[in-house]
């Protein structure tokens, strides 16, 4: 009997956090309902600042709108599915809905990989290269590398589901995270993975080194070619332009690596502390990208000041209007 005959799951089950008592459900559903809400609202005020102030319509700008983006949509993918596992009780998932949930989740991981090389990148040119700058980073540029990182990103993920999708899976069908992913899944293939997870190891690790290398690169460069800076003022101003990007992309690469490389030398962590790695460098910069955009950011610092004093003079203007 070939194998595609012999698949019998119709649905998985995601467990979410295996060791967490019943009686934190409504906790946990609504400290994620939380994180969800406030990644919405935040990611969304970022694209209405945006689009009502020409002033954010420059190159870093639209970089940052780019993971914006990639942020919302990813939280959209995993978290409501995770929020009604808590909330409603409701685990299951259909065999296809969990393979296009893994798509997706590997695919935005990639977008957002790419999209911050193109941030490393618009930093060096800015500081590296700054007589070049205006001339090869111009919005149409960043428009069309934004649009190429977001096609190029397909490569790896739909390799994944394609190579994925026609194992068996006639075990167990329960699978210990918060939303599906590759690794979840194939773990539950009635077959030999090993076949299937070298390629994907090696497809995550070009997905995520190759932009890790230029970005480490471009930061050292950035580092080198601030030291040579005699004035300590405009050394100062070079660092701060650059701090904000620098912030971001910690908060997505480094949590990565630290579960890549602990897991490469032999430290192992429950089901539960790993899911919770997992889910903090997942869904926390998400939710962390927008303050840090409107604290470090000085255009859409001003143009989020600017929004909250007209509001604030229009329900000053209407209380007087009534009185």
């Not at 909330?87 to 259909?94: A, D, E, L, Y």
């Not at 070298?198 to 080194?209: D, E, R």
């Not at 690596?257 to 539960?272: M, N, Q, R």
């Not at 143009?303 to 604030?312: D, E, G, I, P, V």
Request: net charge positive; with cysteine.
């Amino acid at each position: 009997m070939s194998e595609r005959n012999q698949t019998r799951i119709t649905e998985f089950i995601l467990t979410g956090f295996p060791g967490l008592h019943p009686e934190y459900y409504g906790l946990i559903s609504s400290v994620l309902f939380f994180v969800y809400f406030t990644t919405v609202m935040t990611n969304a005020t970022v694209f209405f600042l945006f689009a009502t102030n020409k002033s954010l319509h420059k190159p870093m700008y639209y970089i940052i709108l780019n993971v914006s983006a990639c942020d919302l949509l990813f939280s959209t993918t995993t978290l409501p599915k995770i929020i009604s596992r808590y909330w409603f009780q409701t685990g299951s998932i259909s065999f296809i809905a969990c393979f296009v949930q893994m798509y997706h989740v590997h695919y935005l991981g990639s977008v957002n990989s790419f999209i911050f090389l193109l941030m490393a990148f618009d930093r060096y040119c800015a500081i590296c290269h700054p007589l070049r700058y205006t001339t090869v980073i111009k919005n149409t540029t960043v428009h069309i590398l934004s649009m190429m990182a977001w096609i190029i990103a397909v490569i790896v993920p739909l390799m994944l589901v394609i190579r994925a999708y026609p194992l068996p899976y006639c075990a167990s069908n329960v699978i210990n995270h918060c939303y599906c992913d590759h690794i979840g899944i194939t773990l539950l293939a009635c077959t030999d993975r090993s076949l299937y997870s070298f390629p994907a190891f090696v497809g995550a690790m070009i997905t995520l080194l190759l932009p890790l290398a230029f970005i480490i690169f471009s930061y050292c460069s950035i580092l080198i070619a601030v030291s040579k800076v005699a004035d300590s003022k405009n050394c100062v101003k070079s660092l701060s332009t650059c701090s904000t990007q620098l912030i971001i992309i910690s908060l997505y690469y480094l949590p990565r690596c630290f579960v890549y490389l602990t897991s490469h030398v032999g430290i192992k962590f429950s089901a539960d502390v790993r899911i919770v790695i997992t889910m903090l460098y997942s869904l926390g910069p998400p939710m962390i990208n927008p303050f840090i955009y409107c604290l470090r950011a000085k255009d859409i610092r001003e143009c989020l000041m600017k929004q909250f004093n007209m509001r604030t003079r229009h329900q000053k203007g209407q209380v007087t209007a009534v009185n």
